[in-house]
């Protein structure tokens, strides 16, 4: 159980990294992913994991929508306020699109997760001793994939309705998007629920992308967006086919983490915004963190090769 958790955990800060690329320097990065690994994450866990408040209050979030998802997403949008945007993305009042360097990697990366994802929620099942633990394992199963398959499909849709085009990263982040709004609850719902699930986790991408741009947030990978409101969304969730669960017990178990990640979280970024600075200089960000950083690049041929910075 230990490791188990110890990846879930290393799930919440990933999703900081993802949102905060391109702008971060290295180091308070990672004492921010120290903090968060080390301290939020395992308290407002135990809250509910632990047999704690929020568990007695009886708030449910199976594998994590809230606890793992929309915690990253909490610290993510905090450190993405102030930290800013990276530079020339919001640029005269447009938004300068800044595309990643390989969709095919990021198309893989995208499969990647949705295979762990099975046993992101399978094992959260945390026990396979009887033939009915096996048989809510299956259905856990089913649930994520469908989910997964209508929020890419929903998104597909809707990026062609509203663009003209598909486009890939909606797409993928819509196929994530169904899989963080049915963590929260993976066993209960039908196999119809999931797919509606699902479907309405790949449409919030798709309308919640634009919000973020609207307000000058700039989330590199979509995460927030993902892991954050999405993670909302399948908690909120719960009571369509958890009886056990109440809207307004989802409510409160949301607004409680996400208070107390958001506050914690604002405190140390500003902290080290004051005190040992978040962002490299204009120049250095211009040139690429990799080579300020790590002092190598990850894709030289698109870059200065083996330049130095002066």
């Not at 955990?9 to 004492?31: D, M, Q, Y």
């Not at 890419?152 to 797409?171: C, E, F, N, P, S």
């Not at 309308?207 to 993670?231: E, N, Q, R, S, Y």
């Not at 969304?233 to 958890?242: E, Y």
């Amino acid at each position: 159980d230990w490791f188990f958790q110890m990846v879930f955990c290393a799930t919440t800060a990933s999703i900081v990294s993802g949102t905060l690329a391109e702008r971060i320097k290295l180091w308070p990065f990672l004492i921010f992913t120290v903090i968060l690994t080390g301290i939020i994450y395992p308290i407002q866990g135990s809250w509910t994991w632990g047999a704690g408040f929020l568990s007695e209050a009886g708030f449910s979030d199976f594998a994590g929508s809230t606890i793992v998802h929309a915690t990253g997403g909490f610290a993510a949008l905090t450190g993405a306020i102030i930290l800013g945007a990276r530079k020339g993305k919001y640029k005269d009042g447009r938004v300068m699109p800044m595309p990643g360097s390989s969709l095919p990697l990021a198309t893989l990366g995208t499969f990647i997760l949705w295979l762990g994802w099975f046993g992101f929620n399978g094992a959260s099942q945390l026990a396979m001793g009887t033939i009915e633990d096996v048989n809510s394992i299956a259905i856990i199963f089913a649930n994520t994939n469908t989910a997964a398959a209508a929020g890419a499909i929903t998104a597909l849709i809707v990026t062609q309705l509203r663009y003209g085009k598909i486009d890939l990263t909606m797409v993928l982040n819509g196929a994530l998007a169904g899989l963080v709004s049915i963590t929260a609850e993976p066993l209960a719902p039908s196999l119809e629920l999931a797919i509606l699930i699902g479907a309405i986790g790949g449409l919030l991408v798709v309308f919640t992308v634009p919000v973020l741009d609207a307000l000058k947030i700039d989330d590199v990978v979509g995460a927030i967006p993902v892991h954050l409101v999405c993670g909302i969304w399948g908690t909120l969730a719960v009571p369509l086919s958890n009886s056990e669960a109440s809207l307004g017990t989802q409510i409160y178990g949301i607004i409680a983490i996400g208070a107390f990640v958001s506050v914690i979280s604002s405190i140390i970024w500003l902290v080290m915004k004051f005190t040992i600075g978040l962002r490299p200089s204009e120049e250095v960000e211009e040139l690429g963190l990799d080579q300020s950083e790590l002092g190598l690049e990850a894709y030289p041929e698109f870059g200065r090769g083996s330049g130095s910075i002066i």
